[in-house]
């Protein structure tokens, strides 16, 4: 079975696993403060072209995105999202159990346009009944979208211009941030992050790591104490050491850059590859998740070789579905797959 249903199926990458095999013995300090964290962080701030950024390490996305949000936000304030958020549909109201409501709007391809935040916050000061509703005080986006699409340095920055006009905070969730970064259509690099958002996220756990993101806080007021809310949350990690030495890792020799890039090529590929065999697709991604609609009758055959994820049904006889490459994808298995899906159209013709 080869899978192509997620982009954290394996475990991380060789360089990663023999600099922890390496180090495995070494007495460090614990809960972050040890060296390693120390240079990860610093490679990271030189890499966003922001030396007075905190930048901390915490262990998965979920945590992360709980964790800066109620460290951001006051309990009578909520945070705007798409409402395909991965914070509004796949963490189990984990925000929401936190005392934040998440203020979703609706979205085609999984972005927010900064119009959109600021009607939607005038229309809510605007209100003479504003007191007796959750405040919107945070936009949530995420780079690339949970539908693969990317948000373009000017709509970035349009966001970032209405946030800070209403003073609202802009967080974005970087989970597969690497991915979105290396496509061909990008145009964003990390320093524009680091200057157009209060917070973001350089996703590992996705990107190479076993697991990890590096949260990047350029926003003085978001700096203070935050490692007490890290603790609160449960995400200080007593062996702090292992993130560390993971971004480490990745951010020397240009690693995550060039492992995204792999995996942004391959899904290129596939896309290119199915767009000659006459596939149309749900949305349109330039990242490493692909969502093309195929007929039922090869879905179903293609499911005794591969893996992937079901995403909506098209029509009586078709469905759009989700293919993920990664950084450790090989591009014979993207060979394979695109020819099992040619032989089960060609088998299924007509029908």
Not at 158 to 177: H, K, P, Q
Not at 280 to 291: A, D, G, H, K, M
């Amino acid at each position: 079975m080869l899978r192509f249903n997620s982009d954290y199926t394996e475990g991380c990458h060789p360089a990663i696993l023999e600099r922890l095999a390496e180090t495995n013995m070494e007495q460090t300090p614990g809960y972050g403060e040890d060296d390693y964290c120390a240079r990860a962080a610093a490679k990271i701030r030189e890499a966003c072209g922001a030396p007075d950024a905190a930048v901390h390490f915490l262990v998965g996305g979920t945590q992360t995105n709980v964790t800066v949000i109620s460290a951001a936000l006051r309990h009578y304030q909520g945070v705007i999202t798409a409402e395909s958020g991965h914070i509004h549909i796949h963490e189990t109201g984990a925000v929401e159990a936190c005392g934040h409501k998440c203020l979703a709007l609706k979205s085609e391809d999984g972005k927010l346009t900064a119009e959109q935040v600021a009607a939607y916050t005038d229309a809510h000061f605007a209100d003479e009944s504003f007191e007796h509703m959750v405040q919107p005080k945070m936009v949530y986006i995420s780079n690339p979208t949970e539908l693969g699409t990317i948000y373009r340095k000017e709509e970035l920055a349009a966001l970032s211009r209405v946030c800070r006009e209403r003073g609202l905070y802009l967080f974005l969730d970087g989970a597969r941030l690497g991915y979105g970064l290396a496509c061909r259509e990008n145009d964003l690099t990390l320093p524009d992050l680091a200057r157009l958002t209060d917070v973001f996220y350089i996703g590992g756990t996705k990107v190479g790591a076993l697991f990890g993101e590096a949260v990047v806080i350029v926003n003085e007021k978001l700096k203070e104490d935050f490692r007490y809310h890290i603790k609160q949350r449960g995400g200080m990690l007593a062996k702090g050491r292992l993130l560390g030495i993971q971004f480490l890792t990745l951010f020397e020799e240009n690693r995550y850059f060039e492992i995204s890039a792999h995996a942004a090529r391959l899904a290129e590929k596939l896309k290119d590859e199915l767009i000659n065999l006459n596939v149309s697709f749900l949305i349109e991604s330039p990242t490493n998740q692909q969502f093309p609609i195929l007929q039922d009758a090869v879905l179903e055959g293609l499911r005794e070789k591969f893996a992937f994820t079901y995403q909506a049904r098209v029509d009586e006889t078709h469905s759009a579905v989700r293919f993920c490459t990664s950084w450790a994808t090989e591009e014979e298995h993207v060979d394979r797959l695109i020819a099992e899906i040619g032989r089960l159209m060609a088998r299924h013709l007509g029908e």
